[in-house]
């Protein structure tokens, strides 16, 4: 590490820590919208995912969308789709999802898009039934408000608060609890309204409402889209309640022992795991009565507006540490960055600041966060916002059977260990491995049994071509989670390959596929996309050269890697059946490290 470069990592994190301090008084550009026309020229339409890039990273064209603002003006869209023979999808104002499900189509099918960004002026709370009926259009953030305002709580919720209802169920978005229904928001649907095309003497689209026990309600619940269009969402409540929590960051020795025990003891337990500081964060995360003082906030720090500057120079610092190799340069922001995660608590907030736990507030004001999304300012945004180049990562999220998560742990400890440390210093830049928690689910492409979700985010290249530092050690990490330990693919992350052979994971996905052709027989709502990440067949993958550089496949030869910038294909250090590109001077198996 050159001395040049030691003073720009300090400078870079200095100048973090100072914005992440003053991000009290700074507020974000608006997101940009999910859907962009052309005006002039040709027309037609660009669908956008929230990081500006599909897997593929080709984009998503369509040549017309449509905005409805009621259930009837849905149903017509869908009516009128059926009519004239178009493949439809429906996205939401955020479009967050990381695979292409939300694109109808290629150019070499007729297609439309539906976005539901104006729909979503119903909520209807039943204080006495302890459920609220919403349009599929309403953001989460609408919808806890409301709630909270009828001094009820929606116990379920995703960390990440930029989603749609309907979005958020049709992919099985999460927080973490094994009590109760457990963390997965679908679990507590327990109703919903279908959209789905219909014979020519009953309007070309019909509306199904479906209430719990009818098994469709099943199918329904996690439909990636693929069914229908979800007009309605009805959700069960409880009475209002607080939440006191504590972080504590201690030795990683014990997870693969103690994680059950901790998910057991603490309804909104999680734990964040930061490998190269061998470092855990054990979330305690209690129900207290609404009585208990305290008014505290959870605002996560990543989610937080930060300096569009700020987010430029830690991206353009990461590019300068992958180009050089520089492993030590990304170890010293990993270390600052935990640090000052443990000072402010991770953006826990007593009231305008960070005083001391436990911190104690309102269901609805700790369960989610996303503070970047709202206010505008010309100098701040969402770090991740394609329009200003700066954090840009994948996102890898692996849903285990309980009983083969340890071995999991055991496995990612064994590689740490073998190949030094510092090699996961990439991962803790982001926010390690969070590890959650969701209970066994009756929907049919939910998890079958109790399962530990484990979110990871890393370094992606600005070109497709390019390799990345510790490559082998992500996409070995990755293989290890989704081929050897059985983790099922969360379905709106991931990169491709971790959605191989994904319907051998799911005992009731021939009666999910059922219900689809029965509701969609012409597949409508079925696109190359959609069935690229459902089927999971590697045939189906482009196994052209590179692909495996961004997990567009497994590579199996050389030219899958990157061999003209020394990266070959090579077997896994831990899990010897992995394929994994490496940096190496040799081509020859024999060269391993």
Same mark, same amino acid.
């Given at each position: 590490?050159?001395?040049?470069?030691?003073?720009?990592?300090?400078?870079?994190?200095?100048?973090?820590?100072?914005?992440?301090?003053?991000?009290?008084?700074?507020?974000?550009?608006?997101?940009?919208?999910?859907?962009?026309?052309?005006?002039?020229?040709?027309?037609?339409?660009?669908?956008?995912?929230?990081?500006?890039?599909?897997?593929?990273?080709?984009?998503?064209?369509?040549?017309?969308?449509?905005?409805?603002?009621?259930?009837?003006?849905?149903?017509?869209?869908?009516?009128?789709?059926?009519?004239?023979?178009?493949?439809?999808?429906?996205?939401?104002?955020?479009?967050?999802?990381?695979? !292409?499900? *939300?694109?109808?189509?290629? &150019?070499?099918?007729?297609?439309?898009?539906?976005?539901?960004?104006?729909?979503?002026?119903?909520?209807?709370?039943?204080?006495?039934?302890?459920?609220?009926?919403?349009?599929?259009?309403?953001?989460?953030?609408?919808?806890?408000?409301?709630?909270?305002?009828?001094?009820?709580?929606?116990?379920?919720?995703?960390?990440?608060?930029?989603?749609? /209802?309907?979005?958020?169920?049709?992919?099985?978005?999460?927080?973490? +609890?094994?009590?109760?229904?457990?963390?997965?928001?679908?679990?507590?649907?327990?109703?919903?309204?279908?959209?789905?095309?219909? !014979?020519?003497?009953?309007?070309?689209?019909?509306?199904?409402?479906?209430?719990?026990?009818?098994?469709?309600?099943?199918?329904?619940?996690?439909?990636?889209?693929?069914?229908?269009?979800?007009? !309605?969402?009805?959700? &069960?409540?409880?009475?209002?309640?607080?939440?006191?929590?504590?972080?504590?960051?201690?030795?990683?020795?014990?997870?693969?022992?103690?994680?059950?025990?901790?998910?057991?003891?603490?309804?909104?337990?999680?734990?964040?795991?930061? =490998?190269?500081?061998?470092?855990?964060?054990?979330?305690?995360?209690?129900?207290?009565?609404?009585?208990?003082?305290?008014?505290?906030?959870?605002?996560?720090?990543?989610?937080?507006?930060?300096?569009?500057?700020?987010?430029?120079?830690?991206?353009?610092?990461?590019?300068?540490?992958?180009?050089?190799?520089?492993?030590?340069?990304?170890?010293?922001?990993? &270390?600052?960055?935990?640090?000052?995660?443990?000072?402010? *608590?991770?953006?826990?907030?007593?009231?305008?600041?960070?005083?001391?736990? =436990?911190?104690?507030?309102?269901?609805?004001?700790?369960?989610?966060?996303?503070?970047?999304?709202?206010?505008?300012?010309?100098?701040?945004?969402?770090?991740?916002?394609?329009?200003?180049?700066?954090?840009?990562?994948?996102?890898?999220? *692996?849903?285990?059977?309980?009983?083969?998560?340890?071995?999991?742990?055991?496995?990612?400890?064994?590689?740490?260990?073998?190949?030094?440390?510092?090699?996961?210093?990439?991962?803790?830049?982001?926010?390690?491995?969070?590890?959650?928690?969701?209970?066994?689910?009756?929907?049919?492409?939910?998890?079958?049994?109790?399962?530990?979700? /484990?979110?990871?985010?890393?370094?992606? *290249?600005?070109?497709?071509?390019?390799?990345?530092?510790?490559?082998?050690?992500?996409?070995?990490?990755?293989?290890?989670?989704?081929?050897?330990?059985?983790?099922?693919?969360?379905?709106?992350?991931?990169?491709?390959?971790?959605?191989?052979?994904?319907?051998?994971?799911?005992?009731?996905?021939?009666?999910?596929?059922?219900?689809?052709? !029965?509701?969609?027989?012409?597949?409508?709502?079925?696109?190359?996309?959609?069935?690229?990440?459902?089927?999971?067949?590697?045939?189906?993958?482009?196994?052209?050269?590179? #692909?495996?550089?961004?997990?567009?496949?497994? #590579? +199996?030869?050389?030219?899958?890697?990157?061999?003209?910038?020394?990266?070959?294909?090579?077997?896994?250090?831990?899990?010897?059946?992995?394929?994994? #590109?490496?940096?190496?001077?040799?081509?020859?198996?024999?060269?391993?490290?």
């Amino acid at each position: 590490m050159t001395m040049y470069q030691y003073f720009r990592c300090l400078l870079v994190v200095a100048a973090s820590l100072v914005v992440v301090l003053r991000i009290q008084t700074v507020q974000a550009i608006l997101p940009p919208p999910a859907v962009q026309c052309n005006q002039t020229g040709g027309g037609g339409c660009t669908l956008y995912n929230s990081y500006g890039a599909w897997n593929d990273r080709n984009d998503c064209r369509v040549p017309t969308v449509v905005y409805p603002t009621t259930e009837e003006e849905l149903r017509s869209a869908v009516a009128n789709a059926n009519k004239n023979k178009l493949k439809i999808k429906v996205v939401s104002r955020f479009s967050h999802t990381i695979p !292409k499900l *939300a694109c109808p189509g290629s &150019s070499k099918n007729p297609a439309m898009l539906v976005s539901t960004s104006k729909y979503n002026s119903t909520i209807e709370i039943d204080v006495v039934g302890l459920a609220v009926t919403v349009d599929s259009g309403v953001s989460l953030r609408q919808l806890i408000d409301r709630v909270e305002e009828a001094n009820l709580s929606l116990v379920a919720a995703p960390y990440w608060e930029g989603v749609s /209802v309907g979005g958020l169920i049709s992919t099985g978005a999460h927080g973490s +609890s094994w009590w109760g229904k457990g963390g997965a928001v679908h679990d507590h649907v327990i109703g919903l309204s279908l959209i789905v095309p219909a !014979k020519q003497n009953e309007g070309f689209a019909k509306i199904i409402r479906v209430q719990s026990p009818d098994p469709l309600l099943d199918a329904a619940k996690v439909s990636l889209g693929v069914l229908g269009v979800i007009s !309605k969402v009805k959700l &069960s409540l409880e009475p209002g309640f607080k939440r006191s929590l504590t972080y504590n960051f201690t030795d990683d020795g014990k997870i693969e022992d103690v994680f059950i025990d901790h998910a057991t003891k603490y309804e909104f337990g999680d734990i964040t795991w930061y =490998p190269s500081r061998h470092t855990a964060v054990y979330r305690y995360d209690k129900r207290v009565p609404l009585d208990t003082p305290g008014d505290g906030v959870y605002d996560f720090l990543g989610f937080q507006s930060n300096s569009i500057l700020i987010s430029k120079s830690i991206r353009a610092s990461e590019k300068v540490m992958e180009n050089a190799r520089n492993v030590n340069g990304k170890c010293l922001m990993a &270390s600052s960055f935990v640090g000052f995660k443990k000072l402010v *608590a991770n953006g826990l907030k007593n009231g305008l600041i960070f005083t001391g736990y =436990p911190v104690v507030g309102r269901q609805g004001k700790i369960q989610t966060s996303g503070s970047c999304l709202y206010s505008t300012s010309s100098v701040s945004s969402c770090a991740w916002d394609p329009r200003i180049k700066g954090l840009f990562f994948y996102e890898s999220t *692996a849903i285990f059977p309980a009983k083969r998560f340890g071995d999991f742990i055991k496995d990612v400890k064994k590689l740490r260990d073998l190949i030094k440390p510092e090699n996961f210093c990439g991962v803790d830049i982001y926010n390690g491995f969070l590890i959650r928690f969701i209970r066994a689910s009756q929907a049919y492409m939910g998890q079958a049994e109790d399962s530990i979700v /484990v979110d990871f985010n890393y370094y992606r *290249a600005s070109d497709a071509s390019t390799p990345r530092l510790n490559q082998d050690v992500w996409e070995e990490v990755e293989q290890m989670a989704f081929f050897k330990h059985g983790a099922k693919a969360h379905w709106a992350k991931n990169r491709n390959l971790a959605f191989l052979n994904v319907q051998s994971k799911y005992p009731n996905f021939n009666k999910f596929l059922d219900v689809k052709k !029965k509701l969609d027989p012409q597949e409508m709502f079925t696109s190359e996309w959609s069935d690229e990440i459902l089927f999971g067949k590697e045939e189906n993958y482009n196994k052209g050269d590179g #692909c495996a550089l961004e997990g567009l496949c497994v #590579c +199996s030869e050389d030219r899958h890697c990157s061999p003209s910038k020394g990266y070959f294909c090579k077997p896994g250090l831990v899990y010897g059946e992995a394929r994994v #590109c490496r940096s190496s001077s040799s081509s020859s198996s024999s060269s391993m490290l």
